[in-house]
């Protein structure tokens, strides 16, 4: 019997990860989608039964596939809702009605689909596989064996040749693009975009999140080629924010319906656009006859929670974990702590990934002043604190390294005292190191009085 993910950890390991180990596959010349289909297909096609919203963007995309399904299972659909990367474990990217997968039924899945992988990568003629179109397929096939009528689909990584870019999505959503990967998505904003927008199929409605200009006039040429309905957060769909706190805010989100108050819990102030992309999303589902009540909705926002993406941990100091890991995130976690008044004797815990734009992400700090620890993932691709500083030296930042995370943290606290802040970013992998540790190590945590988890 499968106990733990581990386990499933190691049945994988056949399969090429991308995100522990630099580089891209499908950055290869002539890559397509092309064996991902052929195994679904083998498989009986799990992937086109439920109402689908597929999302793609550089930062939020996670948070409004969250609060999308949130809201939909809150309306009485069950609901699968496909994430990556995980923080704590594997079964953290496939929930339905907000469970993850346990472990023997992922195995289960596995074993599924196991005997089609194989006997494709026997004849020779199709790419291998990657971890991520692995588990992807595992996704669908847990979705169809649940009976799930509706499916978030996050994208992973660009769009245009993600292994989910096989759904045909009642709605795409299009997060908020920035540079990102540029190795492999493009060196400018709209090359970005051109890679993103290719999740948008004819027939679809489009929703925007607010974007760049040139972002936006790429998506919206897409959407004319291919016959798709773009729905704009921020001019055909606008929000204000009421109330704003460490518990959560309080938003007016209109749309073409009227005006409506949404709650949700998560406190970032950016938060607050990601929850107006989402109220969008599920319109448009309604557009196409799909029947959610306003207040299931609310209901469904309130209850979402989505962990590393300013997620309050503690109080005395005050402890936020955030995935912001480039400068466009970076700015919008700085812009939220100062709304909410973060300011004072704030120490930040920061690693990066090798491939990230280090100087532009640590200079969004400047404005808040604090002191900075550098330190390290456990992930494989994770720059060494060192490393870290020589790239940023000349910044005039004050700057000490520590290669334990955990160590990290410890001494932000004391450097912090109990009327500071503590806030962990710079990489999704770090966060997941601290949350780990938070939720497996209940003594060492429990002098840190607990906010949320």
């Not at 609060?67 to 929930?95: D, F, N, W």
């Not at 950016?270 to 969008?280: C, G, P, S, Y």
């Not at 870290?388 to 995370?405: H, N, T, Y």
């Amino acid at each position: 019997m499968i106990e733990d993910f581990s386990t499933i950890e190691r049945r994988l390991a056949l399969y090429a990860n991308y995100e522990t180990i630099p580089g891209f596959g499908f950055a290869d010349a002539g890559y397509d989608l092309s064996h991902v289909r052929e195994l679904l297909r083998r498989l009986g096609d799990p992937h086109l039964g439920p109402v689908t919203i597929h999302v793609a963007g550089s930062k939020g995309k996670g948070s409004i596939s969250a609060l999308t399904a949130g809201g939909l299972g809150a309306c009485g659909l069950k609901t699968g809702l496909y994430t990556s990367p995980h923080l704590v474990h594997l079964g953290e990217r496939i929930q339905v009605d907000g469970e993850c997968i346990t472990p023997t039924e992922l195995s289960e899945m596995l074993d599924l689909a196991l005997p089609h992988l194989e006997a494709m990568q026997s004849e020779g003629q199709w790419r291998r596989f990657t971890y991520f179109e692995v588990v992807t397929t595992l996704a669908f096939l847990y979705f169809r064996a649940r009976g799930v009528e509706a499916q978030v689909i996050e994208v992973g990584l660009g769009g245009r040749l993600d292994a989910t870019n096989v759904v045909r999505p009642h709605v795409c959503v299009i997060a908020p693009i920035s540079l990102e990967h540029t190795a492999v998505l493009g060196n400018t904003i709209e090359a970005i975009a051109g890679e993103k927008t290719g999740i948008i199929k004819p027939g679809a409605v489009v929703v925007s999140a607010p974007q760049d200009p040139g972002a936006m006039r790429v998506i919206a040429a897409a959407c004319s080629r291919s016959g798709a309905r773009l729905v704009r957060v921020g001019a055909d769909v606008t929000f204000q924010v009421e109330e704003l706190s460490l518990s959560g805010q309080l938003l007016k989100v209109r749309t073409a319906s009227g005006q409506r108050e949404y709650r949700t819990s998560l406190c970032g102030s950016f938060q607050a656009e990601n929850a107006a992309t989402a109220v969008a999303a599920l319109e448009a589902l309604t557009d196409e006859g799909l029947k959610l009540e306003h207040a299931c909705v609310t209901q469904g926002f309130a209850e979402t929670r989505w962990p590393g993406r300013f997620q309050i941990l503690a109080l005395h100091p005050l402890l936020v974990l955030d995935g912001a890991h480039n400068p466009a995130s970076m700015r919008r976690l700085a812009e939220s702590m100062a709304r909410l008044g973060i300011v004072n004797d704030v120490v930040f815990v920061i690693g990066f990934s090798s491939d990230k734009d280090v100087r532009g992400t640590i200079r969004e700090l400047l404005p808040l002043g604090g002191r900075i620890i550098l330190t390290r993932s456990s992930q494989s691709r994770a720059l060494s604190p060192c490393e870290i500083a020589q790239r940023v030296s000349d910044l005039g930042l004050p700057l000490c390294c520590e290669e334990d995370p955990l160590e990290a943290l410890g001494w932000a606290r004391k450097m912090a005292g109990a009327a500071g802040s503590v806030c962990v970013a710079g990489s999704l992998f770090l966060v997941a190191d601290i949350l780990r540790w938070w939720q497996s190590d209940a003594t060492a945590a429990s002098d840190w009085p607990a906010k949320r988890t």
